[in-house]
């Protein structure tokens, strides 16, 4: 048996969740992984994998196992690409899961010139507005909007999300244009109601204006947990939007939204990206890092402190 190519197919298998999907990844057939994956067991004296007619599933050692064989893998990677001929071009399969809102107007457009500049990064990117557990999900990095409280995590701060509230013409037209922010708490105006993944209820809006602060969590009629369906709400006219500019432009320039309660002012939201500690930084993810800081400081730039002071 291969070490190298066993721990390889136990790491795929992990990562894919099939023995099939991780023989087409590996260009191997499906009964070699399986064998290897099993000669890595009686090796071990420990059943790494509970396989069923309908899925795979790791035991708790495999999933100790696998931690220590992602490290061994990715540091054997970054070995590799510390070579003069392999250091200008990181290889490999990255994990990143991102808000479905950032991924459809940001970063996906701009992925053409990533893979252009990194053609050997296969990036495999997870759209959603869900807090994401990298361990158990096997994901490389996260970019979430807000503070980042889990402290098992290591958090580059790359940009700050102005935002302001929209609403579409046809819900002004029907409701009226809200005179103060407590009127979204009232008949007949309603918000669209945004609840995270991990939320009990709908998140409210914080608004200040000189020294007044205000926190509204308004009337709705519908609450998401997904950015994309949060805006489609908003432009159908079902209720006032908290956006983020970059989010609000397109739409406004198009006359789809409406920019409402303009004396009154969102403060701007963090915009970080997050690993983990322990991970192993491999070439491909320092790079990726680094590419979607420069992305973010062309959108949506940190914003100085002292431009707020």
Not at 38 to 44: F, G, K, S, T
Not at 254 to 279: D, I, K, S, Y
Request: net charge neutral; glycine share 6%; proline share 6%.
């Amino acid at each position: 048996m291969d070490r190298f190519d066993a721990m390889q197919a136990f790491a795929r298998v992990v990562e894919t969740g099939s023995f099939t999907k991780a023989a087409q990844t590996l260009h191997m057939s499906r009964t070699t992984v399986t064998q290897l994956v099993q000669q890595l067991e009686a090796r071990l004296r420990v059943r790494l994998l509970n396989r069923t007619t309908r899925q795979v599933n790791v035991t708790a050692d495999g999933a100790a196992y696998y931690e220590h064989v992602a490290r061994l893998l990715a540091s054997l990677d970054d070995a590799e690409t510390s070579l003069s001929s392999f250091a200008a071009s990181p290889r490999g399969r990255l994990r990143v899961d991102v808000p479905a809102p950032l991924a459809r107007f940001l970063l996906v457009p701009a992925l053409p010139g990533f893979h252009a500049r990194y053609p050997d990064i296969q990036l495999d990117l997870g759209v959603s507005d869900r807090n994401v557990d990298l361990i158990d999900e096997n994901v490389d990095c996260v970019i979430r909007g807000g503070v980042i409280t889990d402290p098992s995590l290591v958090a580059r701060h790359i940009g700050d999300l102005h935002a302001a509230l929209h609403a579409a013409p046809v819900y002004l037209d029907t409701v009226g244009v809200p005179a103060h922010p407590k009127d979204l708490e009232a008949v007949p105006h309603r918000i669209v109601g945004y609840r995270g993944s991990r939320r009990a209820g709908v998140m409210p809006y914080v608004l200040h204006r000189s020294d007044e602060v205000l926190t509204v969590h308004g009337r709705h009629l519908l609450a998401v947990d997904d950015g994309n369906a949060y805006l489609a709400a908003g432009v159908a006219g079902l209720g006032v939007l908290w956006l983020p500019d970059y989010v609000a432009v397109a739409h406004a320039q198009r006359g789809e939204l409406v920019r409402v309660l303009t004396n009154w002012q969102v403060q701007p939201m963090p915009l970080h990206v997050a690993f983990r500690p322990n991970r192993h930084i491999s070439a491909k993810l320092r790079v990726f890092v680094d590419w979607v800081a420069a992305l973010m400081a062309e959108h949506v730039p940190v914003i100085d402190p002292r431009q707020t002071a």
